[in-house]
């Protein structure tokens, strides 16, 4: 079992940033591939960003050059998020799978763009 929590959410003006984190727990050392998914009002959750535990990336063709993921320790995965638009505003979802296939969930994050 994989537990995952996020942090980092909140309110931010349109052109600022916000760096998100997420911590796993559990059996770590099964995880290959950690990521950050959202899910805006009305819309079907999307994906935003994965990295594999050998650092490998992918993007939203969308979002490359604003966000960024990075991750620490194998169980770290954070998102740099920067020259946040209104269109941003969504729950953000730690995402993980393991290398037998099974897929985790965090409870989301809200981050919400507004001034």
């Known amino acids: 079992q994989v537990q995952l929590v996020e942090s980092g959410g909140g309110l931010v003006q349109p052109g600022g940033s916000l760096r998100l984190s997420c911590a796993a727990s559990g059996s770590v050392f099964s995880i290959n591939v950690m990521g950050w998914y959202r899910q805006a009002p009305g819309k079907e959750r999307e994906l935003v960003a994965t990295?594999?535990?050998?650092?490998?990336t992918k993007y939203a063709d969308s979002l490359k050059g604003r966000f960024t993921i990075s991750r620490d320790n194998g169980n770290l995965v954070y998102l740099q998020m920067n020259s946040l638009k209104p269109e941003d505003t969504a729950v953000y979802y730690c995402n993980a799978n393991t290398y037998s296939g099974i897929v985790y969930w965090g409870k989301g994050t809200l981050v919400t763009v507004s001034s």
């Open positions: 990295i594999t535990r050998g650092g490998g």
